[in-house]
């Protein structure tokens, strides 16, 4: 589970986030969902511990981040809007370099590697040096790193970039097996059809702060539009009236 | 420690597949400096025995006048050469460089008493007939003291009476003093090897992994950034130490191929100094590697982190230049400076001279404690948002 209590982050003059808060269950996708610049790369490095948040406090699973990064490091698992690759080593080095950092032998990193292959269908990859991957073939690489250690939390920031129809299909089965076996998913999309493929709920951020929060069905009646698209525009509208105001 | 290691290895793997990480440091880095250093060698002690030794040859115009002269000035290395029919147009239009002319009445003075004239004609503009020109001036300038001296005692007068003073020229730029200072470059040739050798690990596994968008995903994981840190630190000092290993080998091949009628350049590089070499410069690796890293991380991209560290390779040349500008004795205070202290005591290792065990103490904790103070600020500067964050 991870709890955002009330963030905000500032950089310079520009005020990113401004009184984020939320809470992402387990055994749920939950979606953060908004324009480019709404300050959801930035809500999520503060939830990965990456950025310290001007005021507000991030939990996962109860442990507070401020006091112990590392421990909520361990609970995580992350696909970050910064996803390169070490294009000098294979797709399994890379993936074991990580898995290595969390602390496993290299027999359990090497067991663990090929499981992760195996599943995201990229055995005939594995060895061959990631440069020179496709943009896909990028992504699922570094999906199967955030995924090394097995977390019981899982954040994704923008998973179905660049992505084809295939591979996007393929992650939205990893994402839903995820659900299943109980764990936290949490992505942030611009995208309304990855929203509405996956999530059971929705958290739309705009200039900063959460203008929505709730199951697809809710912001629909909420927003009395038939169109989950036309519900988005709606309470972004609103926003950014109240904004101007 | 675990996952300092972890990190040291696949640094060390992914450097060891970048051709030009092993080209800089395993090839050109230990290289260049020996085979620099060779070259130059070669030319400034090639050039000094050429002068010394080699006839200097001279188109003497009006040799038959005089026989004795031009005999004498052969006797001091002069070789003459038939005459031509127009000097000053053949040195103006430098197919000869210097001309002696011995003009048709020298004969008649000479026998007279006065002074009898010859004209060299030359170029002074021309920085290369120099040397030729002044090494002439003084063949004929000792030929006439001696035959002054020579008519002084015919007379019954002691030639000291026309000599007042007596100028005595000690150069002490023989073949030993240049020698020394080629030596004094040896020092930071082996500093700029180490420099070379860490170079692109440094710059790669900072600023490269940010410009890749690598070092987010690297620092999400639960690992303490004081280990990613200690495992890059040691990798880039590992390829510089590898560097420096190479190097010295190197130097000590081009130790032998020295030419071998120059004992005096006192090279004396065996196994003994290659050792006592590197333990020297160990502590100095060390600091190497992580002021380097220090220095890339905060470059935004790989290309502003190299034209940093680029600037950054002059630096030990300033301890070099200050001891052969000013030279001073190795004291003490000099073992406690980084960069300064391994310099002064690989100077003295080349010169077989006894180094105390003191002062290789005194410089090895300092430069340790440097290196220690930087990863601190390294390891701050890890922590800020400012380096971690790509975009």
């Given at each position: 589970m991870i709890e955002a209590q009330d963030l905000w982050k500032s950089f310079g003059a520009t005020q990113a986030v401004a009184g984020v808060s939320f809470v992402a269950q387990d055994g749920q996708i939950t979606g953060l969902l908004g324009?480019?610049?709404?300050g959801k790369t930035t809500t999520l490095r503060m939830l990965y511990t990456l950025m310290r948040p001007d005021r507000g406090s991030v939990r996962v699973d109860g442990i507070d981040a401020a006091a112990a990064p590392v421990e909520v490091r361990r609970r995580i698992g992350v696909l970050p809007d910064?996803?390169?690759?070490?294009?000098?080593?294979?797709a399994r080095e890379n993936v074991e370099y990580f898995a290595r950092l969390h602390g496993m032998t290299a027999q359990q990193a090497r067991h663990r590697c090929s499981e992760l292959l195996r599943d995201l269908q990229m055995q005939s990859l594995a060895d061959r040096r990631t440069e020179g991957f496709s943009q896909g073939e990028r992504v699922k690489t570094a999906i199967a790193r955030a995924l090394v250690h097995d977390p019981r939390n899982v954040i994704l920031d923008e998973p179905g970039n660049g992505l084809d129809v295939m591979a996007n299909r393929l992650l939205r089965d990893v994402l839903r097996g995820l659900r299943t076996e109980g764990r936290c998913v949490l992505i942030s999309t611009h995208i309304m059809q990855e929203v509405v493929a996956l999530c059971d709920r929705i958290v739309i951020i705009a200039y900063g702060r959460v203008v929505a929060d709730g199951t697809p069905e809710a912001l629909r009646e909420h927003s009395q539009e038939r169109n989950l698209e036309d519900a988005f525009m709606k309470v972004i509208g609103a926003a950014a009236l109240e904004g101007n105001a | 420690m675990k996952q300092a290691r972890v990190v040291f290895v696949k640094e060390c793997i992914e450097s060891l597949r970048d051709r030009r990480v092993l080209l800089n440091a395993l090839v050109l880095g230990p290289l260049l400096t020996p085979l620099l250093f060779l070259v130059l060698v070669h030319l400034i002690v090639g050039r000094e025995l050429e002068k010394a030794e080699k006839p200097l040859p001279v188109v003497v115009i009006g040799q038959k006048t005089a026989p004795n002269f031009v005999e004498a000035l052969e006797q001091q290395g002069m070789l003459a050469l038939p005459e031509v029919s127009d000097p000053e147009a053949a040195v103006r239009e430098q197919r000869l460089d210097l001309v002696l002319r011995i003009l048709p009445r020298f004969a008649d003075d000479w026998r007279e008493g006065r002074p009898a004239q010859v004209e060299l004609i030359y170029d002074s503009s021309r920085q290369e007939v120099r040397g030729e020109v002044e090494r002439l001036e003084s063949m004929i300038q000792a030929f006439s003291t001696r035959t002054g001296s020579l008519r002084l005692l015919a007379r019954g007068i002691a030639p000291s009476v026309i000599m007042p003073v007596v100028m005595a020229g000690?150069?002490?730029?023989t073949p030993q003093a240049r020698g020394a200072l080629l030596l004094g470059m040896l020092p930071y040739f082996l500093i700029l090897t180490a420099l070379i050798g860490g170079m692109w690990l440094a710059i790669d596994s900072t600023a490269g992994e940010r410009e890749r968008q690598s070092l987010e995903p690297l620092l999400v994981n639960p690992v303490d950034r004081s280990a990613v840190l200690l495992g890059k630190m040691l990798a880039t000092a590992v390829f510089s130490m590898a560097s420096l290993i190479l190097g010295l080998l190197a130097f000590v091949v081009v130790g032998h191929l020295m030419?071998?009628?120059?004992?005096?350049?006192?090279?004396?590089?065996?196994s003994g100094f290659v050792s006592s070499a590197l333990a020297v410069m160990t502590p100095l690796v060390l600091l190497i590697a992580i002021a380097q890293i220090w220095v890339a991380s905060f470059a935004r991209s790989f290309r502003e982190a190299q034209t940093y560290l680029g600037l950054a390779?002059?630096?030990?040349?300033i301890p070099s230049v200050l001891m052969m500008a000013v030279p001073m004795r190795p004291r003490?205070?000099?073992?406690?400076?980084p960069l300064f202290g391994q310099q002064v005591t690989i100077l003295r290792l080349l010169r077989g001279e006894a180094v105390d065990a003191l002062a290789i103490g005194i410089g090895a904790s300092v430069t340790l404690g440097a290196a220690a103070a930087i990863f601190g600020l390294t390891l701050r500067l890890f922590g800020s948002e400012r380096v971690a964050i790509s975009s």
């Amino acid at each position: 589970m991870i709890e955002a209590q009330d963030l905000w982050k500032s950089f310079g003059a520009t005020q990113a986030v401004a009184g984020v808060s939320f809470v992402a269950q387990d055994g749920q996708i939950t979606g953060l969902l908004g324009p480019n610049g709404a300050g959801k790369t930035t809500t999520l490095r503060m939830l990965y511990t990456l950025m310290r948040p001007d005021r507000g406090s991030v939990r996962v699973d109860g442990i507070d981040a401020a006091a112990a990064p590392v421990e909520v490091r361990r609970r995580i698992g992350v696909l970050p809007d910064a996803r390169g690759l070490y294009k000098r080593l294979s797709a399994r080095e890379n993936v074991e370099y990580f898995a290595r950092l969390h602390g496993m032998t290299a027999q359990q990193a090497r067991h663990r590697c090929s499981e992760l292959l195996r599943d995201l269908q990229m055995q005939s990859l594995a060895d061959r040096r990631t440069e020179g991957f496709s943009q896909g073939e990028r992504v699922k690489t570094a999906i199967a790193r955030a995924l090394v250690h097995d977390p019981r939390n899982v954040i994704l920031d923008e998973p179905g970039n660049g992505l084809d129809v295939m591979a996007n299909r393929l992650l939205r089965d990893v994402l839903r097996g995820l659900r299943t076996e109980g764990r936290c998913v949490l992505i942030s999309t611009h995208i309304m059809q990855e929203v509405v493929a996956l999530c059971d709920r929705i958290v739309i951020i705009a200039y900063g702060r959460v203008v929505a929060d709730g199951t697809p069905e809710a912001l629909r009646e909420h927003s009395q539009e038939r169109n989950l698209e036309d519900a988005f525009m709606k309470v972004i509208g609103a926003a950014a009236l109240e904004g101007n105001a | 420690m675990k996952q300092a290691r972890v990190v040291f290895v696949k640094e060390c793997i992914e450097s060891l597949r970048d051709r030009r990480v092993l080209l800089n440091a395993l090839v050109l880095g230990p290289l260049l400096t020996p085979l620099l250093f060779l070259v130059l060698v070669h030319l400034i002690v090639g050039r000094e025995l050429e002068k010394a030794e080699k006839p200097l040859p001279v188109v003497v115009i009006g040799q038959k006048t005089a026989p004795n002269f031009v005999e004498a000035l052969e006797q001091q290395g002069m070789l003459a050469l038939p005459e031509v029919s127009d000097p000053e147009a053949a040195v103006r239009e430098q197919r000869l460089d210097l001309v002696l002319r011995i003009l048709p009445r020298f004969a008649d003075d000479w026998r007279e008493g006065r002074p009898a004239q010859v004209e060299l004609i030359y170029d002074s503009s021309r920085q290369e007939v120099r040397g030729e020109v002044e090494r002439l001036e003084s063949m004929i300038q000792a030929f006439s003291t001696r035959t002054g001296s020579l008519r002084l005692l015919a007379r019954g007068i002691a030639p000291s009476v026309i000599m007042p003073v007596v100028m005595a020229g000690r150069d002490q730029a023989t073949p030993q003093a240049r020698g020394a200072l080629l030596l004094g470059m040896l020092p930071y040739f082996l500093i700029l090897t180490a420099l070379i050798g860490g170079m692109w690990l440094a710059i790669d596994s900072t600023a490269g992994e940010r410009e890749r968008q690598s070092l987010e995903p690297l620092l999400v994981n639960p690992v303490d950034r004081s280990a990613v840190l200690l495992g890059k630190m040691l990798a880039t000092a590992v390829f510089s130490m590898a560097s420096l290993i190479l190097g010295l080998l190197a130097f000590v091949v081009v130790g032998h191929l020295m030419p071998s009628d120059e004992p005096s350049l006192g090279l004396r590089i065996g196994s003994g100094f290659v050792s006592s070499a590197l333990a020297v410069m160990t502590p100095l690796v060390l600091l190497i590697a992580i002021a380097q890293i220090w220095v890339a991380s905060f470059a935004r991209s790989f290309r502003e982190a190299q034209t940093y560290l680029g600037l950054a390779q002059l630096l030990p040349l300033i301890p070099s230049v200050l001891m052969m500008a000013v030279p001073m004795r190795p004291r003490l205070w000099m073992a406690a400076v980084p960069l300064f202290g391994q310099q002064v005591t690989i100077l003295r290792l080349l010169r077989g001279e006894a180094v105390d065990a003191l002062a290789i103490g005194i410089g090895a904790s300092v430069t340790l404690g440097a290196a220690a103070a930087i990863f601190g600020l390294t390891l701050r500067l890890f922590g800020s948002e400012r380096v971690a964050i790509s975009s």
